[in-house]
């Protein structure tokens, strides 16, 4: 089912799941590409959290919290070994 | 620069509809900017950033989660995916969570604390770094309009330019005045000098003549009386003289 805007150009909440896969492909992946949507992206939360007047420490705690996330995600392998028990 | 290319872009189809195109103009529809420059004025920075909940988790997630959960769905949804965390041992309880938990509740504690002073102190040094910029800017305003102030009154003054000239008139006038007036007297003394001088010419030809008159008179009288002449003379003065001394021995002893 063809929607009535191309697919080309809707942002990601817009797009259905049927069309992910073409949204997917669609994107820009050439090496200008990549650095554009990291830049985009940092942009994007440092000018909503942190480029204010009266910014939170919530702007800097997301922050580490990912990371927090990221190493536990690292290092699972070796953390899998301290387990309580063997069987849940 | 380039906001002045956008603006002669825009004003060029305009300027296509008459008949005159220069070069430039030819150039310039060249449109390589879609939008419009935004480089001045600024958008203000926002107030608050984000709202975040537990200082973790942004408030669009809630939103997101509202119309099919209500308000407590994001909160069970965190419940269980940690209760599933920790049975499934995904999150495995090490001596490290004992020390995480202490030093993550130290953190919340501190931040409860004094979050809100340490935001005051940082709002008052930016509010400082402002007030300083202000500061400069009104004074840079304050001086252009001193200028512009210190041009209007000298532009005011070239009214007044008549004052001046009027003044110097004047002054040319009184100059050719007395430059008038000092040269009318020479004449009247250099004219009183010539005749001054005929007179004395006069005179003394005058006084020359008696002179000389009186002179060639006297000569030719004493010429005139000859030697015996001069004798008779003066034996009759002699006889007169003893005549009237006679009389006035007489007439003292009358």
Same mark, same amino acid.
Do not use: C, P
């Given at each position: 089912m063809a929607s009535v805007v191309p697919v080309k150009e809707k942002k990601l909440m817009d797009v259905k799941v049927g069309e992910l896969p073409s949204w997917i492909l669609m994107r820009d992946f050439t090496p200008n590409g990549i650095l554009g949507a990291f830049q985009r992206g940092y942009h994007r939360y440092y000018?909503?959290?942190?480029?204010?007047?009266?910014?939170?420490?919530?702007?800097?705690?997301?922050?580490?919290?990912?990371?927090?996330l990221f190493s536990y995600c690292l290092s699972y392998k070796e953390l899998k070994h301290e387990q309580l028990r063997k069987y849940h | 620069?380039?906001?002045?290319?956008?603006?002669?872009?825009?004003? &060029?189809p305009s300027l296509k509809n008459a008949a005159l195109l220069g070069p430039g103009v030819l150039q310039a529809t060249r449109i390589f900017h879609t939008g419009q420059p935004s480089l001045a004025p600024l958008p203000p920075l926002p107030e608050y950033g984000g709202k975040v909940r537990l200082g973790l988790i942004p408030e669009e997630f809630f939103q997101f989660l509202y119309p099919k959960t209500g308000i407590t769905g994001p909160y069970v949804l965190g419940t269980g995916l940690i209760l599933y965390a920790l049975s499934k041992e995904i999150y495995v309880i090490t001596p490290?969570? !004992?020390?995480?938990?202490?030093?993550?509740?130290?953190?919340?504690?501190?931040?409860?604390?004094?979050?809100?002073?340490?935001?005051?102190? &940082?709002? *008052?040094?930016?509010?400082?770094?402002?007030?300083?910029?202000?500061?400069?800017?009104?004074?840079?305003? *304050?001086?252009?309009?001193?200028?512009?102030?210190?041009?209007?009154?000298?532009?005011?003054?070239?009214?007044?330019?008549?004052?001046? !000239?009027?003044?110097?008139?004047?002054?040319? &006038?009184?100059?050719?005045?007395?430059?008038?007036?000092?040269?009318?007297?020479?004449?009247? *003394?250099?004219? *009183?000098?010539r005749l001054d001088?005929?007179?004395?010419?006069?005179?003394?030809?005058?006084?020359?003549?008696?002179?000389?008159?009186?002179?060639?008179?006297?000569?030719?009288?004493?010429r005139s009386i000859s030697a015996q002449q001069e004798k008779e003379t003066i034996a009759k003065c002699i006889a007169d003289l003893k005549l009237l001394a006679k009389k006035a021995q007489v007439q003292p002893v009358l």
């Open positions: 000018n909503k959290y942190i480029n204010v007047k009266k910014g939170n420490i919530s702007g800097v705690s997301m922050v580490l919290a990912a990371y927090v | 620069m380039l906001s002045r290319v956008a603006l002669a872009a825009t004003a &060029a490290e969570t !004992f020390s995480t938990i202490s030093i993550v509740g130290l953190l919340v504690y501190v931040i409860k604390k004094y979050g809100a002073s340490i935001g005051e102190f &940082a709002d *008052k040094l930016n509010e400082q770094k402002i007030a300083q910029l202000e500061e400069v800017k009104q004074a840079s305003i *304050k001086q252009f309009q001193d200028a512009i102030d210190l041009e209007k009154a000298q532009q005011a003054l070239v009214q007044k330019r008549h004052y001046l !000239f009027d003044v110097q008139r004047n002054n040319i &006038a009184m100059a050719l005045e007395v430059t008038y007036r000092e040269r009318l007297h020479r004449v009247y *003394k250099e004219v *009183k000098n001088y005929h007179i004395s010419v006069q005179d003394m030809m005058r006084r020359k003549e008696q002179e000389h008159m009186v002179n060639w008179v006297e000569k030719q009288v004493v």
